[in-house]
């Protein structure tokens, strides 16, 4: 069975930073592509970046230049550096792979916070 566990996350003041972290197991993970989501209430779950297998990324506009986002196969883990965090960026986010039918359930998630 797939799991997905992140973490890092935090109370930051806007323009800090976090690095958040996730680590995957039951999957073979350096061949999957892995997504950064984030969810804010009331709103959609929404894709904040992407990176295949070969590290090819994918941002989204509002994260463009800001996040950067890195895989290590060998620790099976994705991560999400966030820098000039504004509290636009307040959200739970999430790991997983691009939507399919193949895609596991989602994790707990971990809490970033933006605020003074």
């Known amino acids: 069975q797939v799991r997905l566990v992140e973490s890092g996350g935090g109370l930051v003041q806007p323009g800090g930073s976090l690095t958040l972290s996730c680590v995957a197991s039951?999957?073979?993970?350096?061949?999957?592509?892995m997504d950064w989501y984030r969810q804010t209430p009331g709103k959609e779950r929404e894709l904040v970046a992407r990176i295949n297998s070969v590290g090819n990324t994918y941002y989204a506009d509002f994260v463009r230049g800001r996040f950067t986002i890195s895989r290590d196969n060998d620790k099976n883990a994705v991560y999400l550096q966030m820098n000039s965090l504004n509290p636009e960026d307040t959200a739970v986010y999430y790991c997983?792979?691009?939507?399919?039918?193949?895609?596991?359930?989602w994790g707990q998630g971990t809490q970033v916070t933006v605020s003074k």
């Open positions: 997983n792979q691009p939507p399919g039918p193949e895609r596991p359930s």
């Open positions: 039951g999957i073979i993970f350096r061949f999957t592509i």
